[in-house]
Structures are given as structure tokens and as C-alpha cells.
């Protein structure tokens, strides 16, 4: 896999961030660079427009895998609306994420528990996939 440049972070995205998602990360300057797809554990819950992954467990997240800027990782901090003290909608944590080449360290933005009361689960761990029964992606 290859590596970033020093100034980038590797980030794991798994909703609307794809590529071809609503907030597609590759609309950002500067433009990510795609480093591959990749798997977290953990369970994906359906939010309406996006989704939200809660960390852990046995249940593989699909998404991927993007250098990124500064820049961008603050701008996608805005995005999630990452409070300093975990109190905002998503939460900041790194987390090693599989990938083809084997595991990687990733910034990953987890769900406040507090937003995911009620919400179905997505079963096949993939936000592009939901609502698509017995889906095998």
C-alpha cells in the first residue's frame, strides 16, 4: 500500500464520503488521494441520510481509504461535527482498518451513541448497499 506524504493523515470512510456519495470526499481541496477500499468492525445503523458506525465487534464496515490534507481533515471534522470533548455527532478515533494489504492505522469517524437510538442496522455492513436484501457486496 502506498505510503502518504508526512503532512496527510489516512482517513476511512464509509457513508456519504465514498466516492459517488452525496459528500463525496474527493470534492475537496486538496483532492484526497485514494489508497483503497478496506473493513473496519463494527455495526452500521441507517440515519435517514447518512450513516453512522459504531466501533467494534465482529460485523465488517465496508468503505475506503483516502490520504488526506490538513486542510481536509479539518474540513471533514465540520462536516461530522466533531465536538472536542466527544460530545458531537461523530467522534474522532484511530483505529486499524483492513485493508487488501493487510491492516492500516485510519482516522474513523464514529457515531455519538446518543444518535443512534432507534435506528435500524444496516446488515451488510455497506451504506451503497442498504435496503438491498440478502445483498453480497
Avoid at 492505522?105 to 446518543?114: F, G, K, N, Q
Wanted: proline residues 9%; contains cysteine.
Amino acid at each position: 500500500m502506498p505510503q502518504p506524504h508526512p503532512a496527510t493523515r489516512l482517513v476511512f470512510v464509509y457513508g456519504t464520503l465514498r466516492a459517488g456519495g452525496s459528500n463525496d470526499i474527493r470534492r475537496y481541496t486538496p483532492t484526497p488521494a485514494a489508497v483503497g477500499e478496506g473493513t473496519v468492525n463494527g455495526l452500521l445503523y441507517d440515519l435517514g441520510a447518512y450513516p453512522g458506525c459504531v466501533l467494534g465487534g465482529s460485523q465488517p464496515v465496508r468503505g475506503e481509504i483516502y490520504a488526506v490534507a490538513p486542510a481536509v481533515e479539518a474540513a471533514l471534522d465540520r462536516l461530522e461535527e466533531v465536538g472536542a470533548d466527544d460530545s458531537g455527532e461523530y467522534m474522532r478515533r484511530e483505529v486499524d482498518v483492513l485493508s487488501n494489504a493487510g491492516p492500516v492505522r485510519c482516522l474513523v469517524y464514529e457515531i455519538h451513541p446518543s444518535r443512534i437510538a432507534g435506528r435500524p442496522v444496516i446488515a451488510s455492513g455497506d451504506w451503497f448497499a442498504r435496503g438491498l436484501p440478502d445483498s453480497k457486496t
